[in-house]
Antibody, heavy 121, light 108 residues
Framework: EVQLAESGGGLVKPGGSLRLSCAAS????????MNWVRQAPGKGLEWVSSISSSSSYIYYADSVKGRFTISRDNAKNSLYLQMNSLRAEDTAVYYC??????????????WGQGTLVTVSS | EIVLTQSPGTLSLSPGERATLSCRAS???????LAWYQQKPGQAPRLLIY???SRATGIPDRFSGSGSGTDFTLTISRLEPEDFAVYYC?????????FGQGTKLEIK
């Protein structure tokens, strides 16, 4: 069974940092691009960042560019998101998502359960 | 950046009725790059439709997608109780993804 499991969320002060992890099981992420998508409380979905299978191509939403860094370790079947200079508006549930065999145009064929990041003093 | 506008914001229907959800893009979107998701409270999104009209694995055939260019539609032919949820469209262009703001489908 394909599973994605995020971890690393929590409460952090404005200006602080947090590193999210996403562990995949039931499939090998090495052949797929991977995405982070977030959802602020009571709001819609917002794409955050993408990384290609070999890490050659990395993209960010303008709202996080220069503050967040996406990375992956295919040997560990894991995806990461380093979040620096956090702001109150970064408060959200962060989902790890894989387009899988549906192709890169799909943000997520498989999704994790999400991890909550709260930025507050 | 392509902006997706979904309508209506809320749709109130009864089980057994037909639901028609709209997604309009600010610029033309390749049909291959348009997807629909369902999200229930406290759950992650679930892929329903990709490539504008292809159902994802395990999705019942009462769900169908159509459209091209700037206008796309998700149709649920006969609503089941478990279909009441929030629905999002999503497009991919220039290596960026954008989502619509969502349509809440509620029980009348």
């Amino acid at each position: 069974e394909v599973q994605l499991a995020e971890s690393g969320g929590g409460l952090v002060k404005p200006g602080g940092s947090l590193r999210l992890s996403c562990a995949a099981s039931g499939f090998t992420i090495s052949i797929y691009s991977m995405n982070w998508v977030r959802q602020a409380p009571g709001k819609g979905l917002e794409w955050v960042s993408s990384i290609s299978s070999s890490s050659s191509y990395i993209y960010y939403a303008d709202s996080v560019k220069g503050r967040f860094t996406i990375s992956r370790d295919n040997a560990k079947n894991s995806l990461y998101l380093q979040m620096n200079s956090l702001r109150a508006e970064d408060t959200a549930v962060y989902y790890c998502a894989s387009p899988g065999p549906r192709g890169i145009a799909v943000a997520g064929n498989s999704w994790g359960q999400g991890t909550l990041v709260t930025v507050s003093s | 950046e392509i902006v997706l506008t979904q309508s209506p914001g809320t749709l109130s229907l009864s089980p057994g009725e037909r639901a028609t959800l709209s997604c309009r893009a600010s610029q033309s979107v390749s049909s291959s790059y348009l997807a629909w998701y369902q999200q229930k409270p406290g759950q992650a999104p679930r892929l329903l439709i990709y490539g504008a009209s292809s159902r994802a694995t395990g999705i019942p055939d009462r769900f169908s997608g159509s459209g091209s260019g700037t206008d796309f539609t998700l149709t649920i032919s006969r609503l089941e109780p478990e279909d009441f949820a929030v629905y999002y469209c999503q497009q991919y262009s220039n290596a960026l993804y954008t989502f619509g703001q969502g349509t809440k489908l509620e029980i009348k």
